[in-house]
């Protein structure tokens, strides 16, 4: 396929991507769009121009909404005619590529919008479901010889994070006061935390409401998931390690998130299927699914100091994912819980086996003894005030690009 | 005080109280309401009649609303001036006394109405602030001799729960299914759980916004607390000790906890304040406050099998939690995390000393092992399919009684 607009062979939102947002354009206006190269696209005014008149089930206003929640609740038969539409009208040659006037009113340059969170979060899960990450931290907090508890292979363990703070890319967070013990202090004592650490991750997003009682089945979880984003779970291990027993991770993880703008869809990841780890011990039935559910997705995180480059610290990719999307959504409704439209459902930190594609500080320098030397000369055991974080992530197959940009953030000083 | 509508003297609902709540009204429309005694007011309608007319900042439409949360968003000056104003309605002589044409049409037989969720959640948050419902649990799961982890009196443990599954009293529960891992077996099985609990609490309902990076300090939190209702975390106790390493319960709460349909004020609450039991050692600065910062509610369970009668199985007080509302929300805000209006915040089980007072199956029946025999000559260790469970909570002092009514759930077979 090419397109009628012009992109960089490296682009990340190639006419394969399609992916959906939400931008302020031109300082003025909300609402849902795409993007194609460096073009954003504002699908009310294609909507307008009668473009999607023939597809069934498409609502008026509904791409002239704060978030796409609306679109992504009219579910997949929908959203993909809506995707594959515009993908046709994007080509070279088509209809709209002659029609000067939608392009005029239609169409924006990247630095006349700004991105917005791309739904409502009614519901945040994190999981926990890379066999490296959980063994490294395993083996750093308790048993070296017994890195993994005895659950951990038979069910993607999980836990509800906090979706208020959930914000997009570009947000700055304020670094996190709260409680720690060093292990030097009898008492614990308050600040603000000294080991701030991002978690590289990935989510999915659900495009129904399940009543409770029901269950998605592992056959049926690809027709809930609309698409997915890079997520950064920012976390403060020093206030994790005493807060977390019995009940898990809490302040520790809820004073941020950061998301990516674009949600890319499951149908355009469809080329980068892979397999995934083998699964042994056997899992319940509930959890068997057929076919390859993984997606090879290469993932990058960047440290940039306040006066200084990006420094690339990572390199870690989605298909290490010992547990998969179908698995993770039927285990957290095989007990009846509801789900709804909107919910994000993160990985948990996706490190591979090389120590270079470990997903976060605490992995990469094992806990601050191994400190990384950033190109300005400076170390970082754990992130510093005013580095800015950014992971990025794409696909790559055939000369079939399909990315995600880019999620980053900024740490600023404790109010 | 004395109200023109006559009530029985041990009525939760007396003129001191003037709760909020959501009601469809004659199967027809739905609106915010209050209630005294046995009649429920539909406020939309009393607004229609001019009755609030001289409240400032109160709005057109706020409680033609399927939710409390825009009313509630308002703030303390409104929601406790509408309070006040309708206390004052009500009372003997009063101008709607006199108003017959109001009273028909605001005024409601309870059996004429149908109550809703009173509010919309955006994040619900379960504390864990009862010392001996945690000595209990720690030392049946953990060790007797330190049943306490060395974090639990240092900061109010809480872990983040699911929004989509809290529902109204009355609204039936699926038996979850689920993984679990009996001692006698050597792989987790699959199936119905068998060890169905209840969690006796009560939850504060919050009526602000916050941005990320703000604090609400145990000073404030008051002012920033709209009111509470009983809550029952339903928990499957056998899901939840095969999956809850390391990072806390997950689908061993997430399906279901049933919340009572009024929200009780805490100015309503005020004359049952109380102190708190002394916290030692001493807290860290944020965690301080002044003043009595507990309230003396009595609390009750029921157990009612399908073909037999209720039977009181446990009376509790919520003045035994060790960490008060105004600690709870200073921890959970101290690292920057943000609220929304209309938050819930439990309390964790609240269980006192005396054997009679522990709020949950699994210390009443210490994990089964002394079963409790119902007055149909049936015994229980857990809950059983078809027995309905219903919680009370009230306030009694000097004559005045202030109470939550109850929230009641039944259980229904695994779907």
């Excluded at 609740?73 to 809506?82: D, H, I, Q, S, W």
Aim: aromatic share 12%; proline share 5%.
């Amino acid at each position: 396929m090419k397109s009628f607009v012009e992109y960089s062979s490296d682009s990340d939102f190639s006419i394969y991507n399609i992916p959906f947002g939400v931008a302020v354009f031109n300082k003025e206006y909300i609402g849902c769009c795409t993007r194609i190269g460096d073009q954003i696209i504002d699908l009310a005014t294609l909507y307008d121009f009668g473009y999607f008149e023939e597809i069934e089930g498409l609502i008026d206003n509904v791409f002239e909404a704060y978030t796409l929640n609306e679109f992504i609740e009219l579910g997949k038969p929908v959203t993909n005619a809506v995707r594959l539409k515009i993908q046709e009208l994007l080509q070279e040659d088509s209809i709209l590529s002659k029609d000067e006037k939608t392009i005029e009113e239609a169409f924006y340059d990247l630095d006349k919008v700004k991105m917005m969170m791309p739904v409502h979060i009614p519901n945040y899960t994190d999981f926990y479901s890379s066999i490296e990450h959980a063994t490294n931290v395993g083996k750093m907090f308790r048993d070296p010889d017994n890195a993994l508890l005895p659950n951990w292979k038979h069910l993607p363990v999980g836990y509800h994070g906090r979706a208020s703070s959930i914000v997009v890319s570009g947000t700055e967070i304020n670094r996190p006061k709260g409680q720690m013990k060093p292990g030097d202090v009898e008492k614990p004592v308050f600040g603000p935390c000294k080991q701030l650490d991002f978690e590289l991750e990935m989510a999915f997003i659900i495009n129904k409401n399940t009543e409770m009682g029901e269950s998605i089945s592992t056959k049926e979880a690809e027709d809930a998931i609309f698409g997915m984003v890079i997520f950064n779970d920012w976390s403060a291990r020093d206030i994790q390690s005493w807060e977390y027993v019995p009940l898990g991770p809490f302040l520790a993880k809820n004073f941020g998130s950061s998301v990516s703008p674009w949600v890319v869809t499951l149908e355009a990841l469809e080329p980068f299927r892979t397999s995934s780890p083998t699964q042994d011990p056997e899992v319940l039935d509930y959890l068997k699914f057929e076919g390859d559910k993984n997606y090879d997705i290469n993932l990058e995180v960047y440290i940039q100091p306040e006066n200084g480059d990006q420094n690339l610290i990572s390199e870690s990719n989605y298909k290490h994912m010992y547990w998969n999307m179908t698995q993770q959504l039927a285990h957290h409704t095989v007990n009846g819980c509801n789900v709804e439209v909107g919910d994000m459902y993160a990985s948990g930190t996706i490190s591979g086996s090389d120590p270079k594609s470990f997903g976060s500080m605490l992995e990469l320098t094992w806990r601050g003894q191994n400190p990384i030397t950033l190109s300005n000369g400076e170390e970082r055991k754990f992130i510093n005030d005013n580095d800015t974080v950014t992971m990025k992530a794409w696909a790559k197959k055939d000369g079939i690009r399909v990315g995600f940009g880019e999620v980053s953030g900024k740490i600023i000083p404790a109010k």
